[in-house]
């Protein structure tokens, strides 16, 4: 079946640091990947997304490449802010073995903590 | 443009009893998915519904059951409750397959279900 598997947090950073939070996955047909974001005391919002190998998604100063060689694909921003600090899930859907439908598999999540 | 909502926003239930959670979907959205979130990790696919009909089913027993209206606002039921279901229910909504967006899920806020 399908599954995500992404780095244990909490992660703490200083503002204005490098972030890199690894997803790796597995899959049984060709999913489309996707980081999505939840703040606290909200629900979930989609930050970005890529469906195909090589697709790179971004979005406010978040980046992630879709890695068929590799099954990744790791959220990187170049500097971080305080008002980054939530928590971040990596997902998939695979239609193709799911019967047509897309529903997500998620991660456990990683809880990114930034410090002034 | 409301969103996705969902009511009620907290529900406390005793074992064996029965709930329903409802939904609405975002305007333009036809398609609605429900996931299960336990404290501290990602979100469980319980089901799709596309065409007031189920479409996909992750790995959950018969106890959750749902209903997709012509509306396309959801329902989702779950008898015989145990103390594991206390959870946060999420509902998403996505937009019909010919549109660009087809496979990305707009979340409610969920609803937090605690069963004592």
């Known amino acids: 079946g399908n599954s995500v598997t992404q780095m244990e947090g909490p992660v703490t950073l200083s503002e204005e640091a490098f972030l890199t939070i690894n997803c790796t996955y597995t899959?049984?047909?060709?999913?489309?990947l996707f980081w999505y974001v939840q703040y606290p005391g909200e629900g979930l919002q989609l930050l970005l997304k890529?469906?195909?190998?090589?697709d790179k998604g971004s979005n406010k100063g978040f980046e992630a490449t879709y890695r068929k060689e590799t099954t990744s694909f790791h959220l990187e921003k170049g500097s971080v802010q305080v008002s980054d600090s939530a928590v971040y899930f990596c997902?998939?859907?695979?239609?193709?073995?799911?019967?047509?439908?897309?529903?997500?598999?998620f991660g456990k999540g990683t809880h990114l903590i930034i410090q002034p | 443009d409301a969103g996705v909502t969902q009511s009620p926003t907290h529900l406390i239930k005793t074992r064996g009893q029965q709930v329903t959670l409802r939904c609405s979907p975002k305007?333009?959205?036809?398609?609605v998915s429900w996931y299960q979130q336990a404290l501290g990790q990602g979100p469980q696919f319980i089901f799709q519904?596309?065409?007031?009909?189920?479409?996909q089913r992750g790995n959950f027993p018969d106890r959750f059951s749902g209903h997709q209206f012509p509306n396309y606002s959801s329902e989702l039921n779950v008898n015989a409750l145990l103390l594991g279901d206390s959870a946060l229910y999420l509902c998403?909504?996505?937009?019909?397959?010919?549109?660009?967006?087809?496979?990305?899920?707009?979340f409610g806020p969920g609803t937090r279900l605690t069963v004592l």
């Open positions: 998403a909504s996505s937009p019909d397959r010919g549109s660009v967006a087809y496979n990305e899920q707009f």
């Open positions: 899959a049984t047909g060709y999913p489309s």
């Open positions: 890529a469906t195909k190998a090589d």
């Open positions: 997902a998939l859907s695979d239609p193709f073995s799911g019967g047509g439908a897309d529903g997500l598999t």
């Open positions: 305007s333009g959205h036809d398609t």
């Open positions: 519904y596309y065409e007031e009909e189920e479409r």
